[in-house]
């Protein structure tokens, strides 16, 4: 079953602390995303990778870092310089052709530092 | 830069009835993608439907079709024949088609639709 899975579905984390969010994706895509989600709002972008080796920061980068060493791998570090880290993280990946964009998710790590 | 507005954070509807999303989205690009994407009490994020800018016709998938209005920059959602399991968040996100930006989803706020029995 070809997909995106990430781990672990809710995570807790002491204030201070770095946490590392895993992604991992079987679909053979190119491209990676990390979103942040909070209550009422829509999805915003944290990092996002095309290639292997490659990524570029999105809208909400700051206190946050990420790796692409692997294609089927995309971990995203909160750091303790992520003033509000407690949300909803979404994964999601695409096969990066420039024409065909659908982006796939995964079912999301609900963080919450206190 | 691109941005999506959904004006409408609640809607609701009675099953088997009919029901609009609105969305307005603004972009700089001449190429872009329009997506509505679902997300249920689950959270899993679903795609609903797809329209690439460049197609003047509206795009349908089953019971959802847009009414896209390139000029007016407007991307709205029907959902007809409303059915329980269509309650969820609905996102409007665009995607430019080209330049290093590629791929980068831009969403709006998100329209809780209800649905009634």
């Known amino acids: 079953d070809g997909g995106i899975t990430q781990s672990p579905k809710y995570l807790f984390r002491k204030e201070g602390q770095n946490v590392t969010l895993s992604c991992e994706q079987n679909?053979?895509?190119?491209?990676m995303y990390w979103y942040r989600q909070d209550p009422g709002q829509g999805l915003r972008l944290i990092y996002y990778?095309?290639?292997?080796?490659?990524?570029q920061k999105g809208d909400i980068a700051e206190g946050y870092s990420v790796s692409r060493e692997k294609k089927e791998s995309f971990p995203l570090t909160v750091t303790s310089a992520q003033k509000n880290p407690t949300a909803f993280y979404l994964c999601?990946?695409?096969?990066?052709?420039?024409?065909?964009?659908?982006?796939?998710f995964g079912p999301g790590t609900r963080l919450t530092v206190t | 830069a691109q941005t999506v507005t959904q004006s409408q954070p609640e809607m609701s509807v009675q099953e088997a009835e009919t029901v609009t999303l609105s969305c307005t989205y603004d972009?700089?690009?001449?190429?872009?993608?329009l997506f509505w994407y679902k997300q249920p009490p689950s959270r899993q994020m679903i795609l609903v439907i797809r329209?690439?800018?460049?197609?003047?016709q509206n795009a349908t998938e089953n019971r959802f079709s847009v009414n896209f209005q390139k000029a007016a920059k407007s991307f709205s959602l029907k959902i007809s024949d409303s059915q329980l399991g269509d309650a969820a968040m609905y996102f409007c996100?665009?995607?430019?088609?080209?330049?290093?930006?590629?791929?980068?989803?831009?969403f709006g706020q998100g329209t809780i639709l209800t649905v009634h029995p």
């Open positions: 999601a990946s695409s096969m990066g052709d420039k024409r065909i964009y659908e982006q796939y």
């Open positions: 996100a665009s995607q430019n088609a080209g330049g290093t930006s590629y791929g980068k989803l831009t």
């Open positions: 329209q690439e800018a460049y197609k003047q």
């Open positions: 990778s095309q290639i292997v080796n490659d990524f």
């Open positions: 972009t700089s690009e001449s190429d872009y993608y």
């Open positions: 679909l053979n895509h190119d491209a």
